[in-house]
């Protein structure tokens, strides 16, 4: 369980206008089967940040100027009172419920809803988006939630939901719906040409909403008011994952060949599914290491996944960096901007605005460390060579 002030204080700093996602290893959730991971929890409120905000001055009949964005701006979401929607997927308290504040102990500067029979509700703390998503000029504010029996232990480890709320001409809140899927934590949401934009990861692929460790890339989702509820009209409807700790098998995954100097094969290429973290075919043994970062190199919302993976064959063992993107039902590799044919060694690497800094060192010599700049489709220039996926 992390630090509570540590989780509100980073939640707080996250809520800008753009949001890169941190690394990976900062992402997923406890549980790395090899006893060397070490186990971090991704926390829902660090996870969630917010775009820009819009304040739109409604005419209402008979002249009246009535500012509903600002007068949702000034709500103050641990003492209002509101009337929730239903919401099936899990569970969380319905119809007029007062909001109070979360204990100062646990829960500071959250509004929660105590329902001891049932599901307890949370708003976190910490930037809006406002917006029309209905159609009636009227903006709605969406709200990044969470549902659990016990909302001090699960701080931060099921995942949010977004809600969306709007002010009746009386001055009353009313909940809309829920928008996006439970257990998946939100990086960004925004309200853009009256749809809601998400991107979304995921730390968890059960419905009961435990904590699995995953190696999922975030992905765009959005959403569309239909009338009596959010449903989504593109993007991924379940998560891309490498390497899960609990479920059986990871999403397919498509690696290519590595080659040595003379052209020939040092490692296979694999079309293969870890179960965890290995997978053995075509004489072969790859292993997804604990180095993994996300980046979104082409700025869709999409990200892709930056990761070391080891391949053992009779030769030897070497460990390369691919650069995985999302296809339709698979991870694909782009690139192999570090493709080792078992002479070199990889000591650290990182990357940042578009930049791949890694330090390698041959089987004699002193460290080497070079910097690979992303040129639109690959990163330059290359170390090693392989053979890319057809």
């Known amino acids: 369980m992390p630090d509570i002030d540590q989780v509100l204080d980073n939640y707080r700093s996250g809520a800008a206008h753009q949001f890169t996602p941190p690394p990976v290893d900062d992402l997923v959730a406890a549980g790395r089967r090899r006893a060397r991971r070490k186990a971090t929890v991704w926390s829902a409120a660090a996870a ?61 500067g959250i ?37 659990s029996r016990v909302l001090e232990q699960t701080f931060g480890e099921s995942g949010a939901q977004l809600l969306v709320v709007s002010r009746t001409q009386e001055g009353a809140l009313v909940g809309l719906g829920y928008a996006g899927p439970v257990g998946a934590h939100y990086l960004s949401f925004r309200i853009q040409n009256g749809k809601l934009v998400t991107q979304v990861a995921y730390q968890t692929l059960a419905t009961d909403a435990t904590v699995y460790s995953v190696y999922a890339p975030a992905h765009t989702r959005t959403y569309s008011w239909s009338g009596d509820h959010f449903a989504q009209i593109s993007g991924r409807t379940t998560p891309l994952v490498l390497a899960p700790d609990k479920e059986p098998r990871g999403s397919l995954t498509r690696l290519p060949a590595l080659l040595k100097q003379d052209g ?23 292993l997804v290491t604990d180095n993994v970062q996300q980046t979104d190199l082409d700025h869709d919302g999409n990200n892709e996944l930056l990761v070391e993976i080891a391949c053992r064959t009779k030769e030897g063992t070497a460990n390369s960096v691919y650069l995985l993107s999302q296809g339709a039902n698979a991870l694909t590799t782009q690139d192999v901007p570090f493709a080792n044919d078992g002479s070199l060694t990889i000591e650290n690497w990182s990357v940042s605005d578009a930049k791949l800094t890694i330090t390698f060192q041959q089987a004699s010599g002193k460290p080497k460390t070079t910097v690979l700049t992303w040129a639109g489709s690959r990163f330059e220039p290359r170390i090693g060579a392989f053979r890319p996926v057809g």
Not at 116 to 143: F, Q, W
Not at 266 to 283: E, L, M, N, Q, V
């Open 48 to 108: 969630t940040a917010v775009a820009l905000s819009v304040a739109v001055v409604v005419i209402r009949p008979g002249g009246t100027d009535v500012p509903p964005a600002e007068n949702l701006e000034g709500v103050d979401w641990t003492h209002a009172t509101i009337t929730l929607p239903s919401s099936g997927d899990q569970a969380c308290p319905i119809g007029k419920q007062r909001l109070e504040p979360g204990d100062a102990a646990e829960l500071p």
């Open 264 to 286: 020939s094969n040092w490692c296979p290429a694999a079309d293969i599914r870890f179960t965890p973290d290995s997978a053995t075919t075509g004489g072969a043994t790859y």
């Open 111 to 147: 509004g929660k809803v105590d329902n001891p029979s049932g599901k307890s509700l949370a708003i976190l703390p910490g930037g809006r988006n406002y917006g029309d998503l209905t159609g009636d000029g009227v903006p709605e504010v969406v709200l990044p939630v969470w549902c």
